[in-house]
């Protein structure tokens, strides 16, 4: 896992949001109109702008599984999610970290009949600093999430101490465990990519050395370890080459693991 600051890039994410702002203001109507994420940010000339602001502070990595992204497979994560009402029993804890208490209000809070420049905190479905990317798989992660509460445990400047990933590729962190069951990262298919690349990193010096043919050695190797093997066989199906290897930060967490014990 890894800890997100946005302070690197808080000023120009916060340009494109306040440009978004400035654009919805409506003389006429003296309100703001489309200043919200469905028919403001979602439109091209901010959402790819802003897609890389937080992927260069992220270095292109999923906020959750840490798999490679890129802009066609980013989405969006709400920390804070888009949906959730104001009267919510769980918004409260969400403004326990300092990074959205500090930045962020809830959308119904925003008053949209004044013209507001240099906003401290912005409204919650477009604000910088409530927004991270995230892989946009269907069974883990973001979508996966939907509205569920999850804390913005990747505002935890600690928060690459207190996980850690074994030797099986299961993921530890007592303090966060529901939080990453809401997200599906201890699902087996992830756990497998992990403990693949466990392998891997005892046998190859490099990534770029890696084949095809030594990573389906290894896969394939695993089979004896799991019953019923029926349903190892049907996760194999999804773990290919290619769908594993943009997980490859996990090579570098082993190695680095070994390092430290050497």
Same mark, same amino acid.
Do not use: G
């Given at each position: 896992m890894k800890y997100i600051d946005k302070s690197t890039n808080r000023k120009a994410g916060n340009q494109i949001i306040d440009e978004l702002l400035n654009d919805a203001w409506s003389d006429e109507e003296g309100r703001y109109l489309g200043a919200d994420y469905y028919s403001g940010l979602s439109e091209k000339k901010y959402k790819e702008r802003l897609i890389d602001v937080i992927m260069s502070e992220q270095s292109n990595l999923c906020c959750y599984c840490l798999q490679i992204i890129f802009e066609r497979n980013t989405t969006l994560e709400h920390i804070i999610p888009n949906n959730t009402d104001a009267s919510h029993p769980d918004l409260s804890r969400y403004f326990e970290v300092s990074e959205l208490a500090n930045y962020v209000?809830? &959308?119904e809070d925003f008053a949209r009949t004044a013209k507001q420049i240099l906003l401290e905190k912005y409204p919650h479905d477009i604000a910088y600093a409530n927004l991270i990317g995230s892989c946009d798989s269907n069974t883990h992660c973001n979508h996966y999430r939907g509205d569920k509460f999850v804390f913005p445990f990747v505002y935890d400047a600690e928060i690459n101490d207190k996980v850690s990933y074994d030797e099986a590729g299961r993921i530890a962190c007592e303090? +966060? &465990?529901d939080d990453f069951y809401e997200l599906g990262l201890s699902k087996e298919y992830l756990t497998l990519v992990r403990r693949v690349w466990k392998l891997l990193g005892e046998k190859i010096t490099s990534i770029k050395s890696i084949t095809k043919e030594e990573f389906e050695y290894e896969v394939y190797g695993l089979i004896d370890? +799991?019953?019923? !093997?029926? !349903?190892?066989i049907k996760i194999l199906t999804d773990l290919s080459f290619e769908k594993t290897?943009? +997980?490859n930060w996990f090579y570098h967490y082993y190695k680095q693991g070994e390092d430290d014990n050497e």
């Open positions: 209000i809830h &959308k303090e +966060y &465990k370890d +799991y019953e019923p !093997k029926s !349903k190892f290897l943009p +997980y």
